[in-house]
């Protein structure tokens, strides 16, 4: 069963922006990859362990989490049904059947109480409605002492490498092409939901959104490089694939591959970019 209570993130990931980052799959998982060694070393997750991940995309993390639990499981849950069907195929693809998915909204969804030992999220747990109780509602679905681990973006300042290369790109991108045309409902919706994204970007929001539920919450900053493409010139097909309808001249897009050219690696082109790992221990009185 389906419960719904998030209703203007469940518009915005069911539209283009969910259908985007699923047809983007391997590539956002390349850009937010670099976190995944910090989330799992302090996961720990063992053989026999029931993962919950929150937000899963793709299913990325569930995968791996999944076979580090085997012979447990990981169940990933997502509000994005583009997501959760090309997670689907992925995990099909690549053999792993301690892996499955559900289609819900994680501060609503019925969870067997009790069902999962640790819960773990790679940059999904920003879009909630309400935080407190979608955190209340993973407690639940925690058995007593388990613990829950993420990692979500840190405020990106204004001398951030990200933050600075991202911006020139962004003002080269508004001075060649003429202004896009007045939003309609999918790009408000797709608006709300990068909005979203900077809602845990302060330690004191994070605090807030689980004090009630968890204890022993520390938040430590991780810097990690996001990766955006192989060559300047496949980091900006990458990012200019989210505005599909946007027309870019020639000229325009020579001068925004010089835009990210200074941060092109032997790696491909990197920047350094901050998150938060938040570890924490689902409380006592938390009802399961």
């Known amino acids: 069963m389906t419960v719904t209570v998030n209703h203007r993130q469940a518009h915005a990931w069911n539209g283009p922006l969910g259908r985007h980052w699923a047809a983007q799959a391997r590539r956002f998982d390349a850009l937010l990859g670099e976190a995944d060694e910090a989330l799992f070393a302090a996961a720990a997750i063992g053989p026999g362990d029931r993962v919950l991940d929150i937000g899963c995309g793709a299913g ?42 559900e289609l819900g909204d994680v501060q609503a969804h ?3 109480p009790g069902g999962f030992d640790v819960a773990i999220s790679r940059g999904g747990v920003m879009f909630f409605d309400d935080p407190v109780a979608a955190f209340a509602n993973v407690a639940r679905a925690l058995r007593e002492r388990g613990r829950l681990v993420f990692v979500c973006p840190r405020a990106a300042g204004p001398g951030s490498e990200e933050g600075t290369a991202l911006g020139r790109f962004a003002r080269r991108l508004a001075e060649g092409t003429e202004r896009t045309p007045e939003r309609d409902g999918d790009t408000l919706a797709a608006h709300a939901a990068h909005t979203a994204m900077a809602s845990l970007s302060e330690p004191f929001r994070i605090h807030a959104a689980l004090h009630r539920s968890f204890t022993r919450i520390a938040v430590d900053p991780v810097d990690v490089h996001t990766h955006w493409g192989d060559s300047p010139a496949d980091a900006v097909d990458f990012l200019l694939s989210r505005t599909p309808r946007r027309s870019v001249p020639a000229a325009t897009r020579a001068a925004l591959e010089d835009t990210l050219r200074p941060y092109a690696t032997s790696r491909g082109v990197r920047t350094r970019a901050g998150v938060w790992l938040v570890t924490a221990v689902r409380r006592d009185d938390a009802r399961a």
């Open 60 to 101: 990325a993390t569930t995968r791996a989490a999944a076979r580090l639990a085997a012979p447990g499981h990981a169940v990933g849950v997502d509000i994005s049904a583009p997501l959760v069907e090309r997670a689907r195929a992925r995990t099909a693809e690549d053999g792993v059947p301690g892996a499955s998915y």
């Open 110 to 112: 019925p969870f067997p």
